[in-house]
């Protein structure tokens, strides 16, 4: 079963963190995207830019709107996303404790219904 880890924790820039608090992360990151890829889970990791350089956009009414930041304003944000491949949730929620991140914030999982593979949707696990 193919799942999404959503990475939720406070913000803070590299200013905030300090050299070395910000060579601690990327280093637990690198290790922990490494554990997965080597365990033959890993599908893709991706770490995002900060929130304030989000830009939403929605439609509800039939009217375009395009607004600077996230659509949730709150404390903690997406920070990032790993999507694994595992036999099942427990294995996903052991991957999950494991996440640099849970330490501070939160880890989402979610698995995944569909995704766009050479041209076209693969079948949709609905549940």
């Excluded at 922990?32 to 989000?54: I, R």
């Excluded at 709107?65 to 996230?70: A, F, K, L, S, T």
């Excluded at 052991?94 to 995944?112: D, F, K, L, M």
């Amino acid at each position: 079963m193919r799942y999404t880890l959503l990475l939720h924790y406070p913000e803070m820039s590299a200013a905030d963190l300090g050299p070395e608090a910000l060579a601690e992360g990327m280093r637990e990151f690198d290790e922990y995207a490494k554990a997965l890829d080597a365990a033959g889970v890993l599908q893709s990791a991706e770490v995002l830019q900060p929130s304030e350089l989000t830009t939403t956009v929605t439609a509800a009414d039939g009217t375009l709107r395009v607004q600077d930041g996230p659509y949730a304003d709150t404390k903690e944000q997406l920070g990032g996303t790993f999507v694994i491949e595992v036999d099942d949730l427990d294995a996903a929620i052991g991957w999950a404790g494991r996440a640099p991140s849970v330490g501070w914030g939160a880890v989402e999982i979610r698995p995944v219904g569909t995704r766009f593979v050479d041209g076209a949707w693969t079948a949709f696990d609905y549940r």
